[in-house]
Each structure stands twice: as C-alpha cells, then as structure tokens.
C-alpha cells in the first residue's frame, strides 16, 4: 500500500501569515491527492482533490500543487479558524486509499 | 448539501459484534459509492471498508476482511457496517464517508462525512 508522510509533524505561524504544509508518498498516485481539515471534535473537511482543484465553498487562500509523489498545501494568509489538523490522501493506489498522519497547524 | 449521521456504536467485548448505520439525506444516496473510515489516536484515519452505487462490489482493508461486513439499502438511503469478532485494535471513531464524483471509479476523495459513532472494545 502507499505510504504517506506529512512534514511537519507540527507548524506554528502566526495569523496573517503564509503557511505551506507538505505530504510525500512512498510510489506515484499521479494527481489522485485530497487534503482535509478536520477542527476538534469534528469530521474532516475535504478543501483539494485530485491536488489542485479547491472542494465547493473552500476559500481561495486554500491552494494544493503537485503531481506524482510530492504534494503541498499553502493557506495564504492564515485565519483564526485555520488553526486546526491537516490530512493527505491518495486515491490513486486503492484498496486501499490511504491517509497520511497528519500536521497540526498552531498559532504561533 | 448532503448529511450522514451514524449510530451503532457504544462498548462491546473482544469478539463480540456491533452493526453501525449511517443515515444519509440531501443527496441522491443510489448514485454514489459509499466508504467506512475510522480513526484513532494512535493510527489515525484508516479506511475500512467501501461499497459500490448498487452494493455489487465490496472492498475491504486487510485488517478487517472476513470480520466486518458492508451493505446499504438506497430505499432507505442507509450504509450499514457489520462487525463481527471484534478486537481491541478495532477500537476507534467510526465515520461514514461518500464519495465525491457520483459513478466514478472506486477509489476517491470523500466530499461529505458524517460525526461518526465511536466502537470501544474491552473487556
């Protein structure tokens, strides 16, 4: 199964500023990568599928890049509800689709 | 806007069962696949299982198959996850999860999840 792998573990930026989030994968998933928010005690959110292309209603600040095995999220200017856990999954490779571990995002 | 509320969960003992339900609404529940996934502390979000439009094909995660059992009913806009010989390790919050593209390939990005129905197994 693919393997994938989110640096770093942890982020602290402040608000207003810009953070960029990371997920590797162990083989190629193409562009079949999706990046979720998930705020305490809540469900993810889907923000970016098939790498790039912002799920409905996700603010612009909100951008995913990359193909093949290196991925990135940018939130552009950070706000007070971004503060939250950020997830990778690759559908590519499937059964199963899987999820990296995540990255925390905290208020510096 | 879609909404998908599980329920089923609660406390059970190494090899007993559990039947989740997940109800759906604001959607047309027959035109897409539908997933289970879990999460936990420790392992973090782990598909489990998935279930075409029709309910013809299942899929499994390996460290479930031949234990749990998906189905649903699209008269009634539920999935349904049977789950038999349960482990310690299955412990975990339990989601319901649909697919985003309606008819697409198996394999995809999840639009909508519901709170989950957390599965605690202990003795």
């Known amino acids: 199964e693919v393997v994938m792998t989110q640096s770093p573990a942890t982020l602290s930026v402040s608000p207003g500023e810009r953070a960029t989030l990371s997920c590797r994968a162990s083989q190629t998933v193409n562009t079949d990568l999706a990046w979720y928010q998930q705020q305490p005690g809540q469900a993810p959110r889907l923000l970016i599928y098939?790498?790039?292309t912002r799920a409905a209603g996700i603010p612009a600040r909100f951008s995913g890049r990359g193909s093949g095995t290196e991925f990135s999220l940018t939130i552009s200017s950070l706000q007070s509800e971004d503060f939250a856990v950020y997830f990778c999954q690759q559908y590519y490779d499937w059964p199963p689709v899987t999820f990296g571990q995540g990255t925390r995002l905290e208020i510096k | 806007e879609a909404h998908l509320v599980e329920s089923g969960g609660g406390l059970v003992q190494p090899g007993g069962s559990l039947r989740l339900s997940c109800v759906t609404s604001?959607?047309?529940?027959?035109?897409?696949?539908m997933s289970w996934v879990r999460q936990t502390p420790g392992k973090g979000l782990e598909w489990v299982s998935d279930?075409?439009?029709?309910?013809?094909?299942?899929y499994y995660a390996d460290s479930v198959k031949g234990r749990f059992t998906v189905s649903r009913d699209n008269s009634e806009n539920a999935l349904y996850l049977q789950m038999n010989s349960l482990r310690a390790e299955d412990t975990a919050l339990y989601y319901c999860?649909?697919?985003?593209?309606?008819?697409?390939?198996?394999?995809?990005?999840?639009?909508?999840w519901g709170r989950g129905t957390m599965v605690t197994v202990s003795s």
């Open positions: 604001g959607f047309t529940f027959g035109n897409y696949a």
């Open positions: 279930i075409s439009e029709s309910g013809f094909n299942t």
């Open positions: 999860a649909k697919d985003l593209s309606a008819g697409g390939v198996p394999g995809d990005a999840f639009d909508s």
């Open positions: 098939a790498a790039s």
